[in-house]
């Protein structure tokens, strides 16, 4: 009933930028805290920012200052600006949502994941 859905990944050389997207689909009432995580092969998934209702932001320290999260809570959706990308940011990066009141019935939905988009920066 509720799904998050990332879009905006894809190969970029080093030095560039990406912009990600996670737009929430379904009749959503609201939706407390979102993030974005990334993860790499045999590595656990890290934090790498996250964004309150209001706009708070979160940016864990070994997060580089070239990322900036932002929030449209009309749209139901997060952005992940991503710039003077490096090779080291090359992971699968995913969107999350902490908590989604959505549908007729005012269902809570916890604890919410995309899919997940391919970032690669080629060294």
């Known amino acids: 009933q509720v799904q998050l859905v990332e879009s905006g990944g894809g190969l970029v050389q080093a030095g560039g930028s990406l912009r990600l997207s996670c737009a929430a689909s379904?009749?959503?009432?609201?939706?407390?805290?979102m993030a974005w995580y990334r993860q790499t092969p045999g590595k656990q998934r890290e934090l790498v920012a996250s964004i309150t209702r209001g706009g708070s932001t979160y940016y864990p320290d070994s997060v580089p200052g070239r990322f900036t999260i932002s929030r449209d809570n009309a749209k139901n959706t997060i952005y992940l600006q991503m710039n003077s990308l490096k090779p080291e940011d090359t992971a699968v990066y995913y969107c999350n949502a902490d908590h989604v009141v959505a549908g007729d019935d005012f269902r809570n939905f916890d604890d919410l994941w995309g899919q997940g988009t391919h970032v690669t920066v080629p060294s």
């Open positions: 379904g009749k959503i009432f609201n939706i407390n805290a």
